[in-house]
């Protein structure tokens, strides 16, 4: 019974999780079109609201094409693989009526962001195109480059509250958020979040003035709809997972989804606001500031640790 419960529940919210993927991107056309002083999309339906499904139909009706010269098997599995990690990210979400009590929730979250970066080099590689390869070699540079600050971040909140489990966050955050004692820490777990998530002001796998459309060049239809969604997804759960970290993780309460939508709209304004950022700068940053920035966080909690245990 408990097994049947739990394959239920997911399917649930796999499917909530790619209905609001859908609502995402057409908050990001709405809010892009404002910043950028127009209409978003406005003419199918009621002010242009069912307009993500009619372009997922769009897609996913379109034929699909591959390079003659690309390898084939890898090249047509990437997206569903990497739709398939963004996805099961979310099973690690803490659900209060104990959906999957995982022990050591901190730790998938990091194995499932690390596999992602295969996918995006994979897709980039298999295509057997040069733009699609240098996409995919940046991309695998720059994640790797920021998921060391993430994890160290992670890991002086694991010491601080001495536990893996996500639950603890909520626990530990009922009288006072995180975020007011490691403000710096919520910043550089923000800016680090869009270049996980290849946002802008970091997209350089998909720089467009460059590179075409970077490592998804070669996809069209569903697999570039797949690869589409699964970004989308992952920004939802990074704003998901910063809300429970540092905005005290309330996810009985309507102020929790609140807060995930509002990290969800800085995603967009930040795209449309910064340029991109220079690729030597990008590496500067994150191996010259935010690393030694975090080390300092982690050296700082374990001497609290220590002190107080």
Do not use: H
Not at 83 to 88: C, R
Not at 242 to 250: H, I, Q, W
């Amino acid at each position: 019974m408990e097994l049947i419960l739990a394959i239920v529940g997911s399917l649930l919210m796999i499917i909530c999780v790619m209905v609001s993927v859908a609502f995402l991107t057409l908050l990001e056309r709405k809010v892009l079109g404002y910043i950028q002083i127009r209409k978003g999309p406005n003419k199918v339906g009621l002010m242009g609201i069912p307009q993500p499904f009619c372009d997922a139909v769009k897609l996913f009706t379109k034929e699909q094409t591959y390079p003659l010269v690309s390898n084939y098997i890898s090249y047509y599995f990437s997206p569903i693989f990497s739709l398939f990690l963004s996805l099961s990210l979310w099973m690690c979400m803490p659900y209060l009526v104990s959906l999957y009590s995982f022990n050591l929730g901190v730790l998938f979250f990091l194995c499932c962001t690390s596999l992602g970066a295969y996918t995006v080099m994979i897709a980039g590689w298999s295509s057997n195109s040069n733009y699609a390869l240098l996409g995919g070699l940046r991309s695998v540079a720059q994640t790797i480059s920021y998921e060391v600050s993430l994890i160290l971040i992670l890991l002086s909140f694991v010491f601080l509250i001495g536990s893996f489990n996500l639950y603890e966050f909520y626990f530990y955050q009922k009288y006072m958020w995180f975020i007011f004692i490691s403000f710096p820490l919520a910043l550089i777990w923000f800016v680090s979040s869009l270049a996980e998530t290849n946002r802008t002001p970091f997209d350089f796998a998909e720089g467009e003035s460059e590179l075409v459309s970077g490592f998804n060049v070669e996809y069209s239809s569903g697999g570039f709809a797949l690869i589409f969604l699964s970004e989308y997804s992952s920004i939802l759960f990074m704003s998901m997972l910063f809300s429970l970290v540092f905005l005290g993780g309330m996810i009985d309460s309507l102020f929790f989804f609140m807060s995930l939508v509002f990290i969800s709209f800085l995603f967009i304004w930040v795209r449309g606001t910064l340029p991109r950022f220079r690729y030597d700068k990008l590496m500067y940053l994150a191996w010259k500031c935010f690393l030694p920035l975090s080390l300092n966080y982690i050296m700082f909690f374990i001497g609290i640790y220590l002190f107080l245990f």
